[in-house]
Nanobody, 116 residues
Framework: QVQLMESGGGLVQAGGSLRLSCAAS????????MGWYRQVPGKQRDAVAT???????NYADSVKGRFTISRDNANITVYLQLNSLKPEDTAVYYC??????????WGQGTQVTVSS
């Protein structure tokens, strides 16, 4: 079973920055994409940013220009740089990995809290 290990969440003031990291526990054949989602209590989990195996990125409109996703293919690691953070960015951030044959993996989540 593949595990995704996240790190980098925390408490930051509005306008500050954080960097989230997510590493897979072993190599995986047929990765389609990796990405970050976030969820607040009582709401659905929404996509924040994704990056395909070919390097194509996609961002939620609310984070464009502030967040940057990147990946290290050799180490099966994905990063999310969060800049100019706002209180509305407060959420649990989940790492996701999608691979062929319908495989879909999630990390345990890391809390990001932005104070005003």
């Amino acid at each position: 079973q593949v595990q995704l290990m996240e790190s980098g969440g925390g408490l930051v003031q509005a306008g500050g920055s954080l960097r989230l990291s997510c590493a897979a526990s072993r190599s995986i054949f047929g990765i389609i994409s990796m990405g970050w989602y976030r969820q607040v209590p009582g709401k659905q989990r929404d996509a924040v940013a994704t990056i395909t195996s070919g390097g194509t990125t996609n961002y939620a409109d609310s984070v464009k220009g502030r967040f940057t996703i990147s990946r290290d293919n050799a180490n099966i690691t994905v990063y999310l740089q969060l800049n100019s953070l706002k209180p509305e960015d407060t959420a649990v951030y989940y790492c996701n990995l999608k691979a062929i044959a319908g495989r879909n993996y999630w990390g345990q989540g890391t809390q990001v809290t932005v104070s005003s």
